[in-house]
């Protein structure tokens, strides 16, 4: 099993930049896919971005293309989120997210959630 950390979500104007972070621990980092999922009040859980586990293929939600960067450091057990030119929509608390099999892109794939952690942009 793996435990999941996030941090780095807080108020930011729109068109600002943040960098969520989230710590892994227990087994190996490089044994997971890792991802990002956010949600906002009265929405589903929608998928952001991941990582998969073998080919270091990215995967990312139309919705932040060109706006949000996914990246591991596997030295230190960590994935980044790194979200520019924000806007209002974006605002939600964001989730870490780990699967066992080879990548995410749908909540169906996530084994394991981190306690999220909330970014919001204000107009």
């Known amino acids: 099993q793996v435990q999941l950390k996030e941090s780095g979500g807080k108020l930011v104007q729109a068109g600002g930049s943040v960098k969520l972070s989230c710590v892994a621990s227990?087994?190996?980092?490089?044994?997971?896919?890792m991802g990002w999922f956010r949600q906002a009040p009265g929405n589903e859980r929608e998928f952001v971005a991941s990582?998969?586990?073998?080919?270091?293929?990215?995967y990312s939600a139309d919705s932040v293309k060109g706006r949000f960067i996914i990246s591991t450091d596997n030295s230190k057990n960590t994935q980044y989120l790194q979200m520019n030119d924000l806007r209002p929509d974006d605002t939600a608390v964001y989730y870490c997210?780990?699967?066992?099999?080879?990548?995410?892109?749908?909540?169906?794939?996530?084994?394991?959630w981190g306690q999220g952690t909330q970014v919001t942009v204000s107009p």
């Open positions: 997210a780990a699967s066992r099999g080879y990548n995410i892109t749908s909540t169906q794939d996530v084994n394991y």
């Open positions: 227990g087994r190996t980092f490089s044994t997971y896919a």
């Open positions: 990582y998969s586990r073998i080919g270091g293929r990215i």
